[in-house]
């Protein structure tokens, strides 16, 4: 993987990619569940940046 390019205030670490906002009303209960779930999971690993 290449190196991270983007510095998160946040956490004071770079990340690979910018932040990303959780999902809206477009989506169902189930599947906005689903997909914060995954950005949590890649915010945690540093892969995306916190906020």
Request: hydrophobic share 50%; charged share 15%; net charge negative.
């Amino acid at each position: 993987m290449p190196d991270p390019k983007v510095f998160d205030e946040d956490t004071n670490s770079w990340t690979h990619g910018a932040a990303i906002a959780n999902v809206g009303a477009t989506y169902d209960a189930t599947v906005q569940a689903a997909i914060n779930a995954i950005l949590a999971a890649l915010r945690s690993a540093g892969v995306i940046a916190q906020d």
